[in-house]
């Protein structure tokens, strides 16, 4: 039984390049959720999706930011003409339905 | 929004010892999750809750669902160096009866430190 995997593990970007984070849920799973966080943080929620629509965004800055869980293949998220302040781990949770979010290793962004 | 404040923020203790941490919020939650997360790592759960006043175990794990639905606490009996890490609550804001949000909400972690 495979986890919630997410790649790459680490991205290094430089200011204004984009940067794709790729999470492909546990097998069965169909609710995606992404989260921020910061160092000395807890998570702070992001984005919550079901295969192709965006639930709740509320969490999602404005701009540059964007995500996808397509029909088929992994979830997207996607940080355009990324900033320093972008710097941060990104975490994807996968979950059957309405109960507990599993989550993968993170994605850990580092932007020059 | 909503926020979790997780006390106390870290942790020393010698081996065996017990520790104990809560999470209290201002607004009612409908679920309280408990996660550890290591270096490089994700968050892993622990425990779950869904009830108010629930207690749940899980081997030297316990936790409970206050019955106000504003708070929750973690214990850890006889702990061991391989409990360190840092420990997070996590709640579902809202009445589950009245639809309440999907995202979690997480406190800013407790950091522990086993000494052997």
């Known amino acids: 039984n495979a986890g919630v995997m997410q790649n790459p593990r680490h991205l290094v970007r430089r200011r204004g390049q984009e940067a794709r984070l790729r999470c492909s849920p546990m097998?069965?799973?169909?609710?995606v959720y992404w989260y921020r966080q910061l160092p000395e943080e807890g998570l702070k929620f992001m984005v919550y999706?079901?295969?192709?629509?965006?639930?709740?965004e509320s969490g999602m800055p404005k701009e540059r930011f964007s995500a996808e869980f397509p029909k088929e293949g992994p979830s997207i998220l996607r940080i355009q003409q990324v900033v320093r302040g972008d710097s941060a781990a990104y975490f994807c949770?996968?979950?059957?339905?309405?109960?507990?979010?599993?989550f993968g290793p993170g994605t850990r962004l580092t932007v020059l | 929004g909503q926020q979790l404040n997780q006390s106390p923020q870290s942790m020393f203790i010698q081996e065996g010892e017990d520790v104990s941490m809560n999470c209290t919020s201002s607004?009612?939650?409908?679920?309280w999750l408990w996660y550890k997360q290591e270096p490089g790592e994700g968050p892993v759960l622990l425990i779950a809750?869904?009830?108010?006043?629930e207690l749940t175990s899980n081997g030297r794990l316990t936790a409970q669902f206050g019955i106000t639905r504003k708070d929750s606490f973690l214990n850890i009996s006889a702990s061991i160096p391989s409990d360190v890490g840092i420990y997070f609550c996590?709640?579902?804001?809202?009445?589950?009866?009245?639809?309440?949000?999907?995202?979690?909400?997480f406190g800013k972690g407790m950091k522990l430190t086993v000494n052997p």
């Open positions: 809750l869904y009830k108010a006043g």
């Open positions: 097998k069965g799973h169909s609710h």
């Open positions: 999706l079901q295969k192709e629509n965006i639930i709740d």
């Open positions: 607004s009612i939650f409908n679920t």
């Open positions: 996590a709640g579902r804001p809202g009445a589950a009866n009245q639809g309440g949000s999907e995202k979690l909400v």
């Open positions: 949770a996968s979950s059957p339905w309405n109960n507990e979010q599993f």
